[in-house]
């Protein structure tokens, strides 16, 4: 009796995933320059869409080894009227390859091989060596998160949890242990009626009960199911609670009314890229989002990218309310704390000596990180104010941002993974 197993679960819909995934890694370095191209080309909100990548032919081709004629030989090939043996072929001029600007009757090459990064790949690539910097485990969460981890295996479960090489294992072996005994009979019984038929005469009632035994013991070996539900082995998986890093990221934007609107796009661009790059990354963040003029407010998502409100500047306002934040939500033993600002550096004279020392004493103390930019090209009392804090506070920094081409470049260096010896 012939058993068979179909495997009836549906195939993905790219079936030649792991073949995708080989490709992408054996060509990362031309997909990250390409994904580098890109994002100059691009505003923020196209960032997270998919990709075409291109990469020279003469790097996709793998190299091989064949078998060689061996030695040195010289051929004159058919067909040929200009050259005669021994003459030397000049190399042949430009016109082939990589393409050009101009147009040529010269030369052959080819295209370049080019592919499609979906959106998911495209935004892998472009936060791959991006974190933020110095995140520490802290306590677990209230509510603590859980992950499933594999457990060896065991005799019940989901079916989507079979594992097909163990459970045929386990039928081969127990097909092995019930039917080798009766093999065993099977082959003496057979032994035995061939020397009975020697003699059919003498022995004819011993054959015809050894033709029966045999014809009993093929039935029984038969009847031996290939797979049974004993066989069944399943991916054992258990739930375990996972130490969570646990962070919070403080986004700070002036508002006031030397922000025009360029400088308050550049800073918005930059708050949505930090956004994207923590809700992505990142699966345990709260983001807290403050405006500021005159006076500080938390705010929403909407309402810190969208609303226009607009005034005076006293940048300590939103330093006082972050602080206020942080002691009655955010415990320093228990949340890795983050902030990021930006500002035309504009601020009321009296006011910035005010936002060093808040800095200084009350926020850098309990932040892991806290990155400043200015979008706007004058050290204004601000700037010249934050300056002061850079030698001594290895975990602040502070960068300059005129144009939005600037934003990313400047975003990475801020949020580069760090090298640790």
Request: with cysteine; aromatic share 10%; net charge negative.
């Amino acid at each position: 009796m012939l058993h068979q197993i179909i495997d009836r679960r549906l195939a993905g819909k790219n079936k030649s995933i792991a073949n995708r995934e080989r490709f992408l890694r054996r060509f990362k370095g031309h997909i990250q320059r390409s994904v580098a191209d890109a994002v100059r080309d691009r505003s923020i909100t196209d960032l997270d869409k998919s990709k075409s990548i291109s990469i020279p032919r003469k790097d996709v081709s793998e190299p091989f080894f064949h078998h060689g004629k061996g030695g040195r030989r010289e051929a004159v090939h058919p067909g040929n009227e200009d050259y005669l043996q021994g003459d030397r072929i000049p190399r042949q001029g430009g016109g082939g390859g990589e393409g050009g600007s101009s147009a040529s009757n010269e030369g052959e090459g080819q295209d370049d091989f080019t592919f499609e990064l979906t959106r998911e790949e495209f935004m892998n690539y472009f936060f791959e060596d991006l974190e933020l910097p110095r995140l520490v485990e802290t306590n677990l969460l209230a509510v603590p998160s859980w992950k499933n981890m594999r457990a060896g295996y065991s005799v019940d479960g989901s079916p989507t949890n079979i594992d097909i090489v163990r459970s045929l294992r386990s039928s081969l072996g127990r097909r092995i242990a019930l039917g080798s005994p009766l093999q065993r009979q099977l082959d003496d019984a057979e032994e035995q009626l061939l020397l009975l038929k020697r003699k059919p005469e003498e022995h004819r009632a011993d054959i015809k009960l050894l033709e029966e035994e045999i014809k009993q013991l093929k039935a029984r070996i038969l009847r031996i199911p290939f797979i049974d539900p004993f066989d069944l082995r399943y991916v054992n998986r258990v739930r375990q609670p996972q130490p969570s890093s646990r962070a919070v990221m403080f986004c700070v934007m002036d508002v006031s009314g030397s922000m025009d609107e360029q400088r308050k796009d550049l800073s918005k661009r930059f708050f949505i890229l930090l956004y994207l790059f923590l809700t992505r990354n990142y699966e345990h963040i709260e983001v807290v989002f403050i405006r500021h003029h005159t006076r500080a407010d938390e705010v929403d998502e909407n309402t810190f990218f969208h609303s226009q409100e607009s005034g005076g500047t006293v940048v300590s306002s939103a330093l006082e309310l972050m602080h206020d934040i942080i002691a009655k939500r955010y415990s320093p033993s228990e949340w890795n704390i983050y902030g990021a600002q930006a500002s035309d550096g504009d601020n009321w004279n009296d006011d910035s000596p005010k936002c060093r020392e808040l800095l200084e004493n009350a926020i850098l103390p309990l932040t892991r990180y806290f990155a400043y930019i200015q979008v706007a090209e004058p050290e204004q009392n601000l700037w010249t104010e934050y300056m002061q804090l850079i030698d001594t506070h290895p975990h602040f920094a502070m960068k300059k941002v005129q144009s939005a081409a600037e934003i990313y470049p400047v975003f990475r260096e801020l949020f580069e993974k760090q090298v640790h010896a």
